[in-house]
């Protein structure tokens, strides 16, 4: 991505309602297995960017690794997290950097869509190679190829995902899902509604990364209520799957047999 998104990331991503709400959800989803660990466990981030995920991970395992591609983006991760472990690789190829069976929990946070990933599949089957039996994955990427507009393209997006189609890829690298479901469905109409204006507009352009709008931190009083509202979501999506959403999550797990 490009340094100024990078930047602009790393000021927001502590108290935005977008990035609070999906740690949130990824707690919810994890929290009772990672209490149920015997120590001393490792978690992976891979394409940890600015490493606002990482002390989230370090909630849930005593060890905690961020891989990034991006000598810029592990800059800021250690501003974050001073004695963190970090790995400056490709996610591409991560596999060779971890003996295999040695990761309790890997996530991957929006890392797929990009168009530096080669091949999903590749990369889905060094996750199941370096995570122990019972280990697991948990991956979010953004939803639905119709709401794809400039905001990917300032990421360097290359697609978005339906659930199915996740699901396949990840079941086809050997893991088993134990949950999904699309997430942020509140802002589903929204997102749809600006896909169709920049269409409409168009908006093949590519747009300066300096300052993307909706990364901007609304009023404090506005986000604390967003962050409220979506936990009506999170409770939602512990008894249900959703049928819509901005972003898809996945919680897979490698056989506790192999």
Not at 114 to 135: F, K, N, Y
Not at 158 to 173: C, D, S, T
């Amino acid at each position: 991505m490009d340094r100024a998104f990078y930047l602009q990331t790393s000021r927001i991503e502590d108290r935005h309602w977008w990035f609070v709400h999906r740690r949130l959800l990824v707690h919810d989803w994890l929290a009772d297995w990672a209490r149920g660990l015997d120590g001393p466990t490792r978690a992976l981030d891979i394409g940890c960017g600015s490493g606002g995920n990482l002390p989230l991970l370090g909630e849930l395992c005593d060890e905690v690794v961020g891989l990034d591609r991006s000598t810029t983006a592990l800059e800021l991760a250690r501003e974050k997290q001073p004695s963190g472990e970090l790995v400056e690789a490709d996610a591409n190829e991560f596999g060779a950097r971890f003996a295999p069976r040695s990761l309790d929990l890997i996530s991957i946070f929006n890392v797929l869509y990009h168009q530096w990933i080669e091949s999903e599949s590749r990369v889905l089957t060094q996750v199941r190679d370096a995570l122990r039996p019972g280990g697991r994955l948990i991956l979010t990427e953004p939803a639905f190829p119709i709401l794809f507009r400039r905001h990917d393209v300032i990421d360097h997006g290359a697609r978005r995902y339906r659930r199915k189609p996740l699901m396949k890829l990840v079941e086809g690298a050997g893991l088993r899902v134990l949950r999904t479901s699309y997430f942020n469905s509140v802002a589903f109409p929204p997102a749809l509604a600006l896909a169709a204006l920049e269409k409409l507009l168009g908006g093949s352009e590519r747009p300066s990364p300096g300052d993307v709008g909706e990364l901007r931190v609304p009023p404090q009083w506005l986000n604390g209520s967003i962050v409220a509202a979506l936990g009506i979501e999170r409770a939602l999506l512990q008894h249900v799957r959703l049928p819509i959403g901005v972003g898809v999550a996945l919680l897979a797990q490698r056989s506790t047999r192999e």
